[in-house]
Each structure stands twice: as C-alpha cells, then as structure tokens.
C-alpha cells in the first residue's frame, strides 16, 4: 500500500447515510479536530481511492491516512476510533482476527445501502465540519 502525504484523513462514502453518520460522530468526539474527511465522490476522494486500490464508483470500504500508512475496513475503523478522546478501550479489538473482523465489516457494507439508505447526491455537512472536508 503507498504512503500517503496527508495524514489523520478519512475517506468514506459521500452518498451512504451510515457512512456520513460515521463522519459526524467521530467529528463530534475529536475534540483535537485532529481527522480530515474527503468525500470518495470529490476529486482528492477519488484520487485517494484509485491510490488505494478503491474503487471509487462503488467502494466496498472507508479508509483512514494514519502516521502515513493506510487502513482499510476494520483497521480503518479501529484506528480511528482508538485515537479519539475515551475511545483507547477498542484496542482490544485489534486481537480479534482481522478475517473476522473483516467479515463483519464486509457484512455491513454490503448491505449499508439497503439498511441505512444513501442521499441523491453527496452529504453536505455544516459550516464546522465542512472546514475539515477536503475536496
């Protein structure tokens, strides 16, 4: 996987409505704004994508640039939520086979559309979190 040059960026799914939930609540626990968001639709999404072996017309994963490297699926997920203020708990997870953890993962995002729904057109976040979208 190459590295990447910006780092503590997350890319996920600008249309899916569990993936934009998941922007908001980690926007709203990242006290240190610490993250960066790109939308998979917007030009650097795609870009990151297509540099991560995503496919941006239908992605089957979120990632996160962290310390320069890339996680995927439950990695990306864990990650995350490991670095954010009274969440170091889920480090736990990360013993947890990362083939069954992906399993899951995979279980879900398949099925996230239909679930959870997805917007006509990417997610808009507000003033505040829109200062963290990188387009």
């Not at 310390?67 to 864990?78: I, M, P, Q, W, Y």
């Not at 899951?104 to 003033?127: M, Q, S």
């Amino acid at each position: 996987m190459p590295r990447w040059p910006d780092d503590d960026v997350i890319l996920f799914d600008g249309v899916c409505i569990f993936c934009s939930r998941w922007v908001r609540f980690v926007a709203r626990r990242d006290t240190a704004r610490r993250f960066r968001f790109t939308p998979i639709q917007s030009a650097y999404g795609t870009r990151l994508a297509r540099a991560f072996g995503i496919d941006p017309d239908d992605p089957d994963t979120n990632a996160v640039v962290h310390g320069g490297e890339v996680f995927l699926k439950s990695d990306a997920v864990l990650t995350v939520l490991s670095l954010l203020p009274g969440w170091g708990w889920v480090r736990v997870l990360f013993a947890v086979p990362k083939p069954l953890r992906d399993a899951v993962y995979n279980l879900v995002a398949r099925n996230r559309y239909r679930i959870f729904g997805k917007y006509d057109e990417c997610f808009v976040p507000d003033a505040e979190l829109r200062a963290r979208v990188l387009d």
